[in-house]
């Protein structure tokens, strides 16, 4: 019983060792593109871009104010 027992937590350390050893072998590529988008986010943490044309605004354009709309998310916001 005790013999049994034995083998089966060797097994279990032979095919745990060997799954962390294949898991361990991997290719550096993902290493280095995961390094590349940490690398870009350091360098545009909010992906600014003086590009207007992707702009997300609901409710109208940059230059245009809506007074009800403010009025209504404002409503909104101060009485949920």
Same mark, same amino acid.
């Given at each position: 019983?005790?013999?049994?027992? #034995?083998?089966?937590?060797? #097994?279990? #350390?032979?095919?745990?060792?060997? #799954?962390?050893? !294949?898991?361990?072998?991997?290719?550096?590529?993902? &290493?280095?593109?995961?390094?590349?988008?940490?690398?870009? +986010?350091?360098?545009? *943490?909010?992906?600014?871009? *003086?590009?207007?044309?992707? /702009?997300?605004? /609901?409710?109208?354009? !940059?230059?245009? =104010?809506?007074?009800?709309? =403010? +009025?209504?998310?404002? &409503?909104? =916001? !101060?009485? *949920?």
């Amino acid at each position: 019983m005790v013999s049994a027992m #034995l083998r089966q937590i060797g #097994l279990v #350390l032979i095919v745990a060792s060997s #799954l962390l050893v !294949i898991g361990g072998c991997s290719e550096n590529s993902a &290493n280095d593109s995961m390094h590349n988008r940490q690398d870009a +986010a350091m360098r545009d *943490p909010y992906r600014y871009s *003086p590009d207007m044309s992707q /702009t997300d605004i /609901t409710g109208g354009g !940059i230059g245009s =104010f809506d007074q009800k709309a =403010f +009025a209504k998310d404002l &409503n909104d =916001f !101060i009485n *949920p």
